[in-house]
């Protein structure tokens, strides 16, 4: 199976942010997913974007954000 390429356009940079998917982390993003659309972060170029994914790896919505939080 080709990767599954998903397309957002991401406020941040102002850019149309392509991401290929190998088979391998689509069944696994599936398996974790609880409920859809389901949410993917993707971390580029210093920020991130919160790219909600339906079942069939389909866009459904992109949060972005400059912030993480990471406890010591
Ligand atoms: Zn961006």
Request: aromatic share 14%; glycine share 2%; net charge negative.
């Amino acid at each position: 199976m080709p990767p599954t390429t998903i397309r957002f356009y991401c406020d941040i940079c102002k850019k149309t942010v392509s991401v290929a998917l190998p088979e391998d982390f689509c069944n696994d993003f599936k398996k974790s997913a609880d409920k859809w659309p389901y949410p993917l972060v993707y971390p580029h170029e210093g920020h991130y974007a919160i790219v909600y994914l339906d079942e069939d790896m389909k866009e459904r919505g992109v949060n972005v954000s400059r912030m993480v939080f990471k406890e010591n």
